[in-house]
């Protein structure tokens, strides 16, 4: 099945500080999902990006399809911002939908 | 607005002991899936609906059924829970198809005694 790589497992930064998180994944896909997982357990949506740029607000993302990479960016991070993000990719002719380990982000006041 | 809702959220079993979690949505989505994620651990599909068509995952454990009585309600129904099936359980929606962008509800938070 599709492998997804994310990186780095671990992030830990000071408040205001910009961050890039890494999404690899070894096959072509229909639909790649940005999550960030609150402490609560939520899964709240942040970005549906098969392909190109989209940003919403402090938060942009960037897949490149044809490379099979996708790049989160959080810019002037806030101590709200922890938690894990997950990249989830589905590859429609694999009929399945696959998450990355996630990367757990800690921001510190 | 509440979306995908799910019931209850913290849920307690005995070992042994069939348990339901309930998941609603109020979106009129055609696909609602279910997952279990253990901790520190990437959420894991075991199977989804599309609309009335049931589809398991491979290695989804056969002590794990669902149900979908109506477009708006789907159930996940563990026979007979073991200490290694307590995890958190997303219940997610998506319009269309597999390839479409996933809602995901609250979560049911299983412990197992």
């Known amino acids: 099945g599709i492998q997804v790589e994310q990186s780095p497992p671990d992030l830990i930064l000071q408040e205001g500080a910009n961050s890039t998180l890494r999404c690899n994944f070894s096959?072509?896909?229909?639909?790649l999902q940005w999550f960030h997982q609150n402490p609560w357990g939520q899964l709240i949506n942040l970005f549906y990006?098969?392909?190109g740029t989209k940003q919403n607000g402090r938060l942009s993302a960037t897949t490149v399809a044809t490379e099979r990479y996708s790049l989160l960016y959080i810019s002037s991070s806030q101590t709200t911002d922890s938690g894990v993000y997950f990249c989830?990719?589905?590859?429609?002719?694999?009929?399945?939908?696959?998450f990355g380990d996630g990367t757990t982000l800690t921001v510190k006041p | 607005d509440a979306m995908v809702i799910q019931n209850p959220r913290y849920q307690v079993t005995q070992f042994g002991k069939p348990v339901t979690l309930s998941c609603s949505q109020t979106?009129?989505?055609?696909?609602m899936y279910w997952y279990q994620q253990k901790s520190s651990q990437a959420p894991k599909l075991l199977f989804h609906y599309y609309d009335k068509d049931f589809n398991n995952e491979a290695d989804t454990p056969d002590n794990f059924q669902s149900r979908r009585p109506n477009t708006s309600f789907c159930f996940l129904d563990i026979r007979s829970p073991g200490l290694g099936d307590a995890a958190m359980y997303l219940c997610?929606?998506?319009?269309?198809?597999?390839?479409?962008?996933?809602?995901f509800g609250p979560g049911t938070r299983l412990t197992v005694l």
């Open positions: 989830a990719v589905i590859n429609t002719n694999a009929g399945k939908s696959t």
């Open positions: 990006i098969p392909s």
């Open positions: 997610a929606t998506s319009r269309e198809g597999r390839g479409d962008t996933q809602y």
């Open positions: 979106l009129n989505h055609n696909v």
């Open positions: 096959d072509s896909v229909n639909n």
